[in-house]
T-cell receptor
């Protein structure tokens, strides 16, 4: 089983719908991150969390919200999806020892 | 703010050719530097890293040296294989928050 699991892997939705992307991890890391990937733009940070009670905005947080339900779970929500939120979304955790980020396999979201 | 710039792709090489993907960065302080690789349909995985000036990271035949004087971390491989075809991301780490700032990614295609 993957250490960082994202669901759903693919989702097509319509403008205005509420969408939740879920992330769970078995690595025991405190720090978790949500990124989005767009062609030619690399990965951009949406939100990150140091622990259950510490959540921070990244560079492109507008239109998104997050919830850290437990150390192992970090969800990303789009309250009212719009077409320019069509992207590949990645969740990641960070090792405190090495600084390495471990990524999930991604959630591809299409907003029509 | 901190940023990472990679050479534009795609890069197309024949098998056994030499590879260099340029990466330069702008940062305050002394960030750690990373190369991540994304194979088709997969998430990102760490390829190599360097945590201080003059460190050389290496893995799977790839190398990169942390050059503080030129603020660079170029990725090199002496002889590429078809299986190296992927998207390569250079990144720097904010050592306080642990968040990674990514370059835009460089697509490598290796032909037999």
């Amino acid at each position: 089983d993957a250490d960082v699991t994202q669901t759903p892997r693919n989702r097509i939705t319509k403008t205005g719908k509420r969408i939740m992307l879920e992330c769970s991890q078995t690595k025991g890391h405190d720090r978790m991150y949500w990124y989005r990937q767009d062609p030619g733009l690399g990965l951009r940070l949406i939100y990150y969390s140091f622990d259950v009670k510490d959540i921070n905005k990244g560079e492109i947080s507008d239109g998104y919200s997050v919830s850290r339900q437990a150390q192992a779970k970090f969800s990303l929500s789009l309250e009212s999806a719009i077409p320019n939120q069509t992207a590949l979304y990645f969740c990641a955790t960070r090792s405190a020892n090495t600084g390495e980020l471990f990524f999930g396999e991604g959630s591809r979201l299409t907003v029509l | 703010g901190d940023s990472v710039t990679q050479m534009e792709g795609p890069v197309t090489l024949s098998e056994e050719a030499c590879l260099t993907i340029n990466c330069t960065y702008t940062a305050t302080g002394y960030p750690s530097l990373f190369w991540y690789v994304q194979y088709p349909g997969e998430g990102l995985q760490l390829l190599l890293k360097a945590t201080k000036a003059d460190d050389k990271g290496s893995n799977k035949g790839f190398e990169a040296t942390y050059r503080k004087e030129t603020t660079s971390f170029h990725l090199e491989k002496g002889s590429v294989q078809v299986s190296d075809s992927a998207v390569y991301f250079c990144a720097l780490s904010d050592n306080n928050t642990g968040k990674l700032i990514f370059g835009q990614g460089t697509t490598l295609q290796v032909k037999p």
